[in-house]
């Protein structure tokens, strides 16, 4: 069985990390083949919104730390310029929404493979941790960018110092999350946030997401120009006629994602 499964339906890409005996733990193989599927589904055009989840009952416990044991495993140097790094980047750089359905316990990179995404959904059960300090190692995959700006400094610089199992529950009430959901009801309310995005103007929302990664490193002047340049192309696009045109017709719109 593949490490990585990819299904596509009804306009969503669903990935779903799959080495469940291992808490869907990330080897080399499975880090290159998840960067392949992003690019599957980047270039898929029935694709307009991408979810990731976890088999069975985690999302991922970060790194396989027996691969990092093992003496034949890929070098530290590797690690994060060939495995964590690229996922990251591709999740930003995808024009598409990426939807975290994180089913259970996200630690170490799984955390922050989760917090770089789009828009982040869990399950009651679900638990974020930081785990590297607990091994000796310091936060990566994104997560000394994302974490403070998600959370504040001073809850991400506990959070990363201490290393703490955060229930689901209190990682909504810091800001990591958009929205938890009853263990049994995450897959199908995912799914309609999915649905709803992937019948979205695809374009404007690509480019609320370049605007967003801008927004982190700009000043106030460059971002209002960034917005300006943005509008412009917002509005060239075939979704924004749509859009006014559906309004003033009083009817549902029907965006292609052009
Ligand atoms: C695992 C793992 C795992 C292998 C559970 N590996 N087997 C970047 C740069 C370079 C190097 C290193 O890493 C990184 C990025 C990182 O992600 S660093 C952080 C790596 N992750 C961790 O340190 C988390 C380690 N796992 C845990 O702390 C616990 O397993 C958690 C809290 C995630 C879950 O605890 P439990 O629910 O009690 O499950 P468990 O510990 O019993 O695990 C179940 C099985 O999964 C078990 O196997 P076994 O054969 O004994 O049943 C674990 O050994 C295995 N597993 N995480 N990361």
Redesign the pocket.
């Known amino acids: 069985m593949s490490s990585i499964l990819l299904d596509i339906r009804d306009r969503v890409a669903f990935i779903t990390l799959n080495r469940p ?3 869907n ?2 080897n080399r193989e499975m880090a290159l083949l998840l960067q392949k599927t992003l690019d599957i589904c980047s270039s898929a055009k029935e694709a307009r919104c991408i979810c990731i989840t976890g088999a069975g009952n ?1 999302f991922s ?6 691969e ?1 044991a093992d003496p034949e495993g890929p070098k ?1 140097q590797k ?2 310029k060939e495995h ?1 790094n690229p996922i990251i980047s591709r999740i930003r750089l995808i024009t598409k929404p990426v939807v975290a359905v994180v089913n259970g ?1 996200a ?4 955390a922050n493979i989760a917090l770089s995404c789009d828009v982040v959904l869990a399950a009651r059960s679900a638990s974020f ?1 930081q ?2 300090s ?2 000796g ?1 310091i936060p ?2 994104g997560g000394t960018f994302f974490l403070p700006r998600l959370v504040g400094w001073n809850r991400a610089s506990a959070l990363m110092m201490l290393g703490d ?1 955060i229930p689901a529950i209190d990682a909504l009430q810091m800001g990591m999350l958009y929205k938890v959901f009853e263990d049994d009801t995450l897959a199908a309310e995912s799914l309609k946030i999915a649905q709803t995005l992937a019948v979205m103007p695809t374009k404007a929302l690509a480019f609320t997401k370049h605007l967003l990664n801008n927004s982190a490193v700009n000043d106030i002047e460059t971002q209002l120009k960034l917005e300006d340049e943005f509008q412009q192309r917002a509005a060239a696009t075939e979704d924004f006629k749509e859009g006014v045109n559906a309004f003033i017709e009083k009817r549902k719109p029907e965006f292609i994602g052009e």
Do not use: R
């Open positions: 005996e291992k808490l733990a990330f985690a416990a970060g790194q396989d730390l027996t990092i530290m690690i994060l964590y316990v630690a170490g990179a799984g941790i785990a590297f607990k091994i190692l990566d995959s199992k």
